[in-house]
């Protein structure tokens, strides 16, 4: 269980040295109690009172990996209910699920879909991160074959083995170790086996019951058993069960702070639904409650683009606002003699200006300097986004030497920096341009007539 700041107080040597960076114990004990700091930062304290204090200070929700190379990814990890009470940590991953009776055309077509759906979002790759093998013939050849199969044309995901039985799921495990695939099946029956498997490959073990309740007791023994790369799976396969699976899950870890259920957990929305629409709405119900696998019939880019599209903005801190990276973007086929338009890096504002842009269909070239990630008026009022951030830009990014426009179009509402930016950038002229990013078009349209 957690302790409170006074519960940690009383631990501590209580000599207020200030050697961890507070100017008191108390104030030690407090961050250490929201997580702030790490008890290694006193040295005074005994060791005993240390590793009390790493056992309860520890996440109440475990962190735990699987893949390999630069397909590592994390889950879990997340501290609190409510994205708005802090910020979700590790977002949920993307699978596709794949049966090894399925059709030969089936598995081509999902393979298609994974593999054109890529794209990069205010700087995130998006892409499809896991392909689930269910062996639903038994047939442990025919089933490592199928995996082989699929891998061999899906360059990036990583393998998650669906199977109950452990004979399957070493052979699986030994051949495919090296991507760090996802071992799901352990359940009453078959978990020492399991466990060993895991363990001597060191990977991520997906633990499944038919209620909470067996859940619970099933993940009690695996961590007697000694591990704790879990996955869990309380067996919802129905919308109403699965949701209350993943709330129940998440507040008995969080807010009873149990860490029996502090583990990542998965959803087979595929089980849920055939209907693809359907599929994508349940979807987009677990990224926010609260499933760090989300496994999928297909997905294909119109499911991909809302999911993806939600996963990020509510897998991004909400103290933190969206940036996108500075630099000088093309819009469309632009030349070095096509209009130059300037706004800030708040990726909103980005997003409104280069769409309304691309509506014109005059090609165009944006500058993006460093805005402190506000949209205009607050960057301009936090003198973030000024004549000198722009000229910065302008140097930084080389536009002289790219274009051959002097012409900078600023956005309408900052129209008081024209003569500022003249100033800094000397041999150009300022045009200032629409107030709101709707009348661009039609302001492009004019500009390039003039
Ligand atoms: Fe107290 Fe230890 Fe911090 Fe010194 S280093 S002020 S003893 S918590």
Same mark, same amino acid.
Do not use: H, W
């Given at each position: 269980m957690a302790l409170n700041g006074m519960e940690i107080y009383k631990m501590l040597p209580k000599k207020n040295c200030k050697e961890c960076g507070f100017p008191t114990c108390l104030a030690f004990a407090m961050k250490l109690a929201q997580g702030g700091t790490q008890a290694e930062k006193c040295p005074y304290m005994?060791?005993?009172a240390r590793a009390k204090l790493a056992e309860a200070t520890a996440p109440l929700m475990k962190?735990?990996?699987?893949?390999?190379?630069?397909?590592?990814y994390s889950l879990g990890g997340e501290t609190v209910l409510f994205r708005h009470e $802090?910020?979700?940590?590790? $977002?949920?991953?993307?699978?596709? %699920?794949?049966d090894d009776s399925m059709s030969e055309d089936e598995v081509s077509k999902k393979i298609n879909n994974i593999n054109s759906v890529n794209y990069t979002r205010i700087s995130e790759e998006m892409y499809v991160e896991i392909a689930a093998f269910r062996c639903s013939t038994g047939d442990k050849q025919k089933f490592i074959s199928f995996i082989k199969k699929v891998m061999q044309t899906c360059s990036k995901v990583v393998p998650m083995i669906i199977t109950e039985n452990p004979e399957i799921v070493f052979s699986a495990a030994e051949e495919f170790s090296g991507l760090g695939p996802i071992l799901y099946g352990a359940n009453e029956q078959n978990?020492?086996? %399991?466990?060993?498997?895991? $363990?001597?490959?060191?990977?991520?073990?997906?633990?499944?019951?038919?209620d909470q309740a067996n859940l619970y007791n099933l993940v009690?023994?695996?961590q007697n058993a000694g591990y704790s790369e879990l996955l869990l799976d309380a067996g919802g396969r129905n919308l109403k069960t699965a949701f209350d699976d993943m709330v129940n899950m998440r507040r008995t870890a969080l807010l009873s702070q149990d860490?029996?259920?502090?583990?990542?957990?998965?959803?087979?929305?595929?089980? %849920?639904?055939k209907d693809k629409m359907m599929e994508v709405a349940i979807a987009t119900l677990f990224i926010e409650k609260y499933a760090s696998i989300i496994i999928l019939n297909d997905m294909d880019y119109s499911m991909a683009l809302p999911l993806f599209a939600l996963r990020q903005n509510i897998y991004t801190d909400p103290q933190r606002p969206m940036r996108i990276e500075q630099g000088i973007y093309k819009i469309g086929q632009a030349d070095d003699k096509s209009p130059l338009l300037v706004t800030v890096d708040f990726a909103l504002t980005y997003f409104i200006v280069s769409g309304e842009?691309?509506?014109? $269909?005059?090609p165009a070239w944006i500058l993006i300097p460093d805005a402190g990630g506000y949209s205009v008026l607050t960057a301009w009022a936090s003198g973030k986004f000024n004549a000198k951030s722009i000229a910065k830009a302008i140097k930084e990014f080389e536009v002289e030497g790219k274009l051959k426009t002097r012409e900078l179009i600023i956005p309408g509402k900052v129209a008081v920096l024209k003569s500022d930016i003249e100033d800094e950038l000397p041999g150009w002229k300022v045009i200032v341009g629409t107030r709101e990013a709707a009348a661009l078009p039609a302001f492009l349209k004019d500009y390039l007539q003039e």
């Open positions: 005994s060791a005993d962190t735990v990996k699987f893949g390999a190379g630069d397909r590592t $802090k910020t979700f940590v590790n $977002k949920p991953r993307f699978a596709v %699920m794949f978990y020492e086996a %399991m466990v060993g498997i895991a $363990k001597k490959y060191n990977l991520l073990l997906g633990v499944k019951a038919p009690q023994k695996i860490r029996t259920f502090g583990y990542p957990s998965v959803a087979f929305v595929c089980d %849920m639904t842009v691309e509506r014109s $269909k005059v």
